[in-house]
């Protein structure tokens, strides 16, 4: 009877469910070995509220790189999917990628590039070749794997562009819950089809019966903030992911603890500097994109960019006024 549930509930809930979901009758090392993923998992869970770290392998749609995160998935019972394949077919590709996840592939790229070798210069040309041709992270080998591997019925969740969606199969077609903010009137708007890989797909209501939105111009504007909101999280994260911690190493020893502050401080400025940085870059990026689409649109982003300015403007007072206590 609840119509809003907040985050801290959800975890709570599933913190909850992890709890009471524990095996009765195991041996003691299946109960340790459980009890073990138990303690990981609760560790990450709060990651849920931004994102999880989960490294896909190219060979299968079920194929991760085993993650501290992916335990959450098995304590759950939920299958974790994706759709970023190599088509076996083509032959060059299957040898540039090999059973490389996508982390392993990239410092793969730049190791070949370095490299002298003719061959392996050009191995890794044709695995670059292929994440760029298959940005979306998904193929259409991918969504064939992904429509015969997937239950009808089975409730599951599809990775995609570091974005988790829940994803169900129902008479032989795929759908993905819509959750753009852009769909947040849209009562009818419940499912949309995944059938290609250019997220061209039809919206459908809980009973899967084609429902077109009421407002495409809504829905568009709503769908364009939701991907402008989540570019600069996913670069807030990765600056996050980027920044490392001082190398204490480094510092003389015998320095004073003013001289430590200040050098501490620093670092702080620079790293809130370069992160103020990106993301003005990054809201520059959005409103060009936008600007092409909507002159009118632009003009709005424009004002709201302002808007945005000043805040940040505050914050960077803020840093500059900001003191480390020992």
């Known amino acids: 009877?609840?119509?809003?549930?907040?985050?801290?509930?959800?975890?709570?809930?599933?913190?909850?469910?992890?709890?009471?979901?524990?095996?009765?009758?195991?041996?003691?090392?299946?109960?340790?070995?459980?009890?073990?993923?138990?303690?990981?998992?609760?560790?990450?869970?709060?990651?849920?509220?931004?994102?999880?770290?989960?490294?896909?392998?190219?060979?299968?749609?079920?194929?991760?790189?085993?993650?501290?995160?992916?335990?959450?998935?098995?304590?759950?019972?939920?299958?974790?999917?994706?759709?970023w394949l190599v088509d076996p077919q083509v032959a060059d590709i299957v040898k540039a990628v090999g059973n490389c996840s996508y982390n392993q592939l990239v410092e793969k790229i730049i190791s070949c590039k370095q490299s002298e070798n003719s061959e392996l210069v050009s191995e890794g040309f044709v695995a670059e070749q292929f994440l760029n041709n298959t940005a979306t992270q998904l193929t259409y080998h991918g969504l064939c794997e992904l429509t015969s591997a997937v239950q009808e019925g089975e409730l599951c969740v599809f990775f995609r562009n570091n974005h988790f969606s829940t994803m169900t199969k129902y008479k032989g077609q795929l759908y993905l819950l819509v959750t753009d903010q852009g769909f947040l009137t849209e009562e009818k708007v419940v499912w949309e089809s995944l059938h290609n890989v250019d997220g061209d797909g039809n919206f459908c209501d809980s009973e899967f019966h084609l429902r077109p939105p009421s407002d495409p111009e809504t829905v568009y504007r709503g769908q364009q903030d939701q991907i402008d909101q989540d570019y600069l999280m996913a670069l807030s994260l990765q600056q996050e992911q980027q920044n490392q911690e001082i190398n204490w190493e480094q510092i003389p020893e015998g320095i004073s603890d003013l001289e430590l502050a200040k050098k501490l401080q620093e670092e702080e400025?620079?790293?809130?500097?370069?992160?103020?940085?990106?993301?003005?870059?990054?809201?520059?990026?959005?409103?060009?994109?936008?600007?092409?689409?909507?002159?009118?649109?632009?003009?709005?982003?424009?004002?709201?960019?302002?808007?945005?300015?000043?805040?940040?403007?505050?914050?960077?007072?803020?840093?500059?006024?900001?003191?480390?206590?020992?």
């Open 269 to 326: 400025d620079r790293r809130a500097s370069q992160y103020y940085q990106e993301q003005e870059q990054a809201a520059a990026q959005v409103q060009q994109v936008q600007g092409a689409a909507s002159p009118a649109s632009a003009r709005q982003s424009g004002s709201n960019e302002r808007k945005r300015k000043e805040p940040r403007e505050k914050e960077r007072e803020k840093e500059k006024n900001s003191c480390v206590l020992l």
């Open 1 to 83: 009877m609840m119509e809003i549930i907040t985050a801290e509930q959800l975890m709570e809930y599933l913190g909850d469910y992890i709890l009471d979901a524990k095996p009765k009758e195991i041996s003691e090392i299946q109960r340790l070995n459980y009890e073990q993923n138990m303690s990981d998992a609760m560790a990450i869970l709060h990651k849920l509220q931004t994102g999880l770290d989960v490294n896909v392998k190219f060979t299968g749609v079920r194929v991760f790189e085993y993650t501290p995160e992916c335990i959450v998935f098995d304590l759950l019972d939920i299958p974790l999917y994706h759709g």
